[in-house]
């Protein structure tokens, strides 16, 4: 317990001098973290090889799902992704000491509201070990120090890549207490209380973890639990478009957060266009669910056993017919989880209304759901996807690990002469 | 307890409606109000002339304080600062539906990031009927819906002008539930219970209240529970600079957050500086509280009896003698509540410095800490002075009570042609 408390102390103080870290020193313990790790590559394989071996175990009396295996896994291209990531991480703009907006309040007295590191971050994931090169990468470039909980299956392979990150981050002057690992679920459970020292908790892994934290923590939490994203096909849709992008929204990958969980269908064309659906669905070997009503007219249907407001993560959705868009979209604002929703038109009145009133990260129109990425909007790094109402919402990228503060730069000025009337404020905005 | 549940909800449903009220039907809503209680001034006062008498009997026996008695009263003047201030809200541009960022991903696949309402806020304040109007016309103009929990003491004042809010918005055609009262202690514990439904709390009131609340609630908390500002007086301060403003910062309104509390001084200065510092604060009154060590040098100084993290609000302040800016720099992360801090110098190194390794909302160089406020930065509203270290820091304006959603415009596109490689990522900025 005193353990992890003073290793929290020592990533605050690291993150009070990571402000002012410069973005020249900060690319180059980047570039110094790829490259003493691809040197190491040898090491980092043995470790992780020896997690394997105990993984197997694991596997055989079915404590290790053979998906979480594979996560474990580090291949020659899991390996040359990790180090291309840190990579790429160098080329992002530094999201640190940005002018935002500046206003003169008066003569010689300018206010600056400048872009700054949040300060600590906690880190929770599961057992893939090239997240910790990936998140060490973003802290350093948004100077925020880090303190990291992998999964206990990766534990050598951990090490192995957070000793090298660590030496990387010495030779090029930073502070020391900016990575960190930690290990053990008191760990965590003690750093969730730990308000005064981590500024946000960042839970990478599934919605059972993401929960838990969220339960257990009055520190900010970035992500999000559920993933409950609908398709909404108008009356005025085009089946050209609504067809493949439900087929992509489900089955490109169906266990991802952005997949398509519920199709809403206009009544006015259900007759017509659900047959066509079921088709397409079938083909690509996906179950529907319903309610008996519907499953009565239409065989080829599941009756629902599941609420509206569950996640199949799987080859399989929910379908409900709805008298129009405000319908879809009071289902989706009870039902949904505010990740990404869509609407199926060519109606540009209720492509409008839809995204308006639906609450969501994502409203898309004519689109699958599926790019919901930091990486597709173009962020070059994704945090993690937020369904959040403060702070960061949708895909996240480096930007959400800043905040702000404001920099006054006076020559002696006191409140009471603007009080008073001696004299007052111009509040010209700079630029 | 269920009928907070309902009321909850039924601002849940109007927040959703809210986010796509025109800035027109917004700003007529609060002509309405503002002129509605102009109109209504003499039921008004007649309201609050009966809490007025009942809270005479408490401050008799000592349960309400001479200055939460004063802050009840509602007289002419600030009868009209408060109508005054909702014809204010409608100069302010609309916070909501701008335009932040827009990516276009590929032909026709358009990304936009655009402002929106957070959804519902739960207010909770003291005795000040006047706020509720304030609240009120802030949440309109942002698009949220608010529960509103005023102080027991100003319940029928609260009432009365609630009431005409309330029919304002009726009149104007805002959703039922846009403003919601709630009366008991019981409704706030509930409330903050309710995360599902409430999506932001702004308590308004002393520490006591502030820190109540974040150890009660999940739902991210908007304000201050400290203040606890420091200046820094530095070896090559002006001190013409450094004796005004430390006696603005502490005397012009000693009880408010952004008052100073402790000064710290460099060691190389403090024999001459000290004593025109003690004669400057003596001649107001101020106390000077030191630890022991210094008090033996000074005997004007008096014995510190609290710890560096005490916040006085009152005519009174903590000395110390420091090695160099950066001991000011650490004391002040250890002690400071991250509200305002101050460095007095002509030395830009030391200036930059403090400004980028001191952890707080607002860094000033030679200027007062009592600037830290929404109104002196230009904001023309102040929704309340933030600590947190996400979405919002320092004085808030209304855009603290945004958030964004990306809305994403295509003609079809699915995720599957990205990844396969028939079709790439343009991202190119769009503005």
Redesign the interface.
Known sequence: MSDLLSVAKKAKNA???L??ISTETKNLALKLMADNLDAAKKNIFEANELDLQQAKNLVVRGELSKAAFGRLKLDENKFRDMVDGIRDVIKLPDPVNKKLWA?K?DDE?D?YKVSCP??VMGVIFEARPDVIAQISSLAVKSSNAVLLKGGKESVNTNKAICAIIEKSLYQAGLPDGTVNQIFSREDVSQMLKLEKYV??IIPRGGSKLVKYI??NT?I?VLGHSDGICHIYIDKMA?W??AI??I???KT?YPTACNAVETVLVHKDIYKEFVPILITALKKNEVKIYAEPELCAQFTELIPMTETWAYEYSDLALALKIVDNELEA?EHI?TYGSGHTDCVITEDNTV?E?F???V??????????T???DGF???FGAEVGIST????????VGLEGLT??????????????D??SGTKS?K?EKLD
């Open positions: 993150s009070y001098k402000a002012s206003m309040l007295l206010l949040i300060g500024d946000l969220k339960e009055k900010a085009d050209d478009k493949p992008i087929i992509d929204a490109q979209i604002n492509c209304l995204m308006n009133l609450d969501s990260a994502g409203v898309y129109c004519n689109a699958s599926r790019f919901a597709r909007y173009g959040n109402k403060t702070h960061a919402r949708g895909p905040i702000y503060k404001y920099k006054l730069f006076g020559c002696g000025q006191v409140v009471r603007y009080v404020f509040h």
